[in-house]
T-cell receptor, first 113, second 113 residues
Framework: NAGVTQTPKFRVLKTGQSMTLLCAQD?????MYWYRQDPGMGLRLIHY???????AKGEVPDGYNVSRLKKQNFLLGLESAAPSQTSVYFC????????????FGPGTRLTVT | GQQVMQIPQYQHVQEGEDFTTYCNSS?????IQWYKQRPGGHPVFLIQ?????EVKKQKRLTFQFGEAKKNSSLHITATQTTDVGTYFC?????????????FGTGTQLKVEL
């Protein structure tokens, strides 16, 4: 099993450009999450999904959109990138069982100039 | 809102010295999880504590959950270079379901030979 995979690994965008980050998991997990990680601020939840076709806002959702058309995939979109969105983005998934551990992907390092 | 703080933010130790990181929540937690992130890597689940006053050991790592279930600690005995990384605690978000976690700010450990 590959676990959780993310593409791309690195990306540089110019202000105003758009892009989509793809997350895929092969563990048949119901729940999936997108986090951003900035120095000294830990991991902050952007959006999450509790199942195919459902999404919800997390702690820092502004400037991002998500879609979960298939259970194994969770997409994060930036419609008009801003320098404040320079960060490392992690996708994670977990079982719907209570208090289950989260499995993280390898991350995408995004720089917006 | 719900907050999870960790201290210290950084710790440099000589190999063989002990290390402790402390995690404090603004609310009572049903459980607490600990994750380790190697430099350039992604968070990896270490352990979950559920019971008040619980102590669990993994080789040189000792995890404690406070009696009031609002704080936790991770202690590493005789650190090694393989312990380098950032350690995060995480508690479940009380509202909205989805098995969401609030992550602490993390403690970055550096081990010098």
């Amino acid at each position: 099993n590959a676990g959780v995979t993310q593409t791309p690994k690195f990306r540089v965008l110019k202000t105003g450009q758009s892009m989509t980050l793809l997350c895929a998991q092969d563990m048949n997990h119901e729940y999936m999450y997108w986090y951003r990680q900035d120095p000294g601020m830990g991991l902050r939840l952007i959006h999450y999904s509790v199942g195919e076709g459902t999404t919800a806002k997390g702690e820092v959702p502004d400037g991002y959109n998500v879609s979960r058309l298939k259970k194994q995939n969770f997409l994060l979109g930036l419609e008009s990138a801003a320098p404040s969105q320079t960060s490392v983005y992690f996708c994670a998934s977990t079982s719907s069982a209570p208090s289950y551990e989260q499995y993280f992907g390898p991350g995408t390092r995004l720089t917006v100039t | 809102g719900q907050q999870v703080m960790q201290i210290p933010q950084y710790q440099h130790v000589q190999e063989g010295e002990d290390f402790t990181t402390y995690c404090n929540s603004s609310t009572t937690l049903s459980n607490i999880q600990w994750y380790k992130q190697r430099p350039g890597g992604h968070p990896v689940f270490l352990i979950q504590l559920v019971k008040s006053g619980e102590v669990k050991k993994q080789k040189r790592l000792t995890f404690q959950f406070g009696e009031a279930k609002k704080n936790s600690s991770l202690h590493i005995t005789a650190t090694q270079t393989t312990d380098v990384g950032t350690y995060f605690c995480a508690g479940p978000v009380l509202t909205g379901g989805g098995n969401k976690l609030t992550f602490g700010t993390g403690t970055q450990l550096k081990v010098e030979l």
